[in-house]
């Protein structure tokens, strides 16, 4: 059976699909299946996957109500034993990345895996470090997650949750998290790796309003799942994504570059 299935997400994405394609492919000791959902991308996106197609398990390419209905449409079709997303700028950190979760995963018979992921810049250099280590649901209620990129669940959970829900525009990838923490008996483990290098300008990032939004949606996803948030712990996060990207710069002084 396969064991982890990689899903990845693309509109308009022909200037770095590439990367993110070829470090899938360099994945080595798991047997991966990689799904990619297109929105309808018209900058020859597609022409680069369909030069790889032989590679992909799945492609969709359709017109869809954005980025979280994309994705579960990919959980859909998944048919490993995990899930988890790279999205289409971003890139695996290593290949053996997917492996060091699996085989981790397979040793805890946990729920879900997650590491760490370096946000980095067009060139690669590290801007933050956001690492899962320090996570307990108890931090739900301060915004707080494992790093989405790094986080793969069973596929089983992950419908069983509902997926994505689409009402969020920004705080979606948050609300799932809280749903499947939510769970009885959900247990998820921590792997002391870099497991992504994500390139900044996701959806949560891009300006003050989009900041705005997210810090709302993610009150409404506490509330929702019974997690006790205030508009104040929520912001609390803050200082903790100010330390990330004091760490970020601190490895790019002392000259580290992305794999």
Request: glycine letters at 8%; proline letters at 4%.
């Amino acid at each position: 059976m396969i064991d982890i299935s990689v899903i990845t997400v693309s509109l308009n994405a022909a200037a770095t699909i590439a990367r993110t394609i070829q470090s899938v492919r360099a994945q080595t000791g798991v047997l991966i299946e990689h799904i990619v959902v297109d929105g309808g991308s018209t900058d020859g996106t597609m022409d680069i996957v369909t030069a790889h197609r032989q590679g992909f398990a799945q492609v969709v390419s359709e017109p869809d109500r954005g980025l979280y209905d994309a994705m579960n449409k990919g959980l859909a079709l998944a048919r490993g034993k995990l899930t988890g997303y790279l999205n289409a700028d971003d890139a695996f950190a290593g290949p053996t990345a997917l492996a060091r979760l699996v085989e981790t995963w397979r040793r805890s018979d946990a729920d879900a895996v997650y590491g760490d992921v370096l946000q980095v810049d067009a060139q690669d250099r590290p801007l933050r470090m956001i690492s899962g280590g320090a996570f307990s649901p108890e931090q739900l209620r301060r915004g707080l997650m494992p790093p989405h990129p790094s986080f793969y669940a069973r596929t089983a959970t992950l419908r069983e949750t509902g997926g994505f829900n689409t009402d969020y525009r920004i705080a979606a990838d948050f609300d799932l998290i809280a749903r499947t923490f939510s769970r009885p008996g959900f247990q998820a483990v921590y792997v002391p790796a870099i497991v992504a290098n994500m390139r900044v300008g996701g959806v949560s990032t891009r300006n003050f309003r989009a900041t705005r939004t997210a810090t709302s949606e993610i009150l409404k996803s506490c509330r929702a799942n019974g997690i006790d948030a205030t508009p104040w712990s929520v912001l609390s996060r803050y200082p903790v994504k100010a330390r990330e990207v004091l760490d970020g710069r601190l490895m790019r002084l002392r000259g580290l570059q992305a794999s």
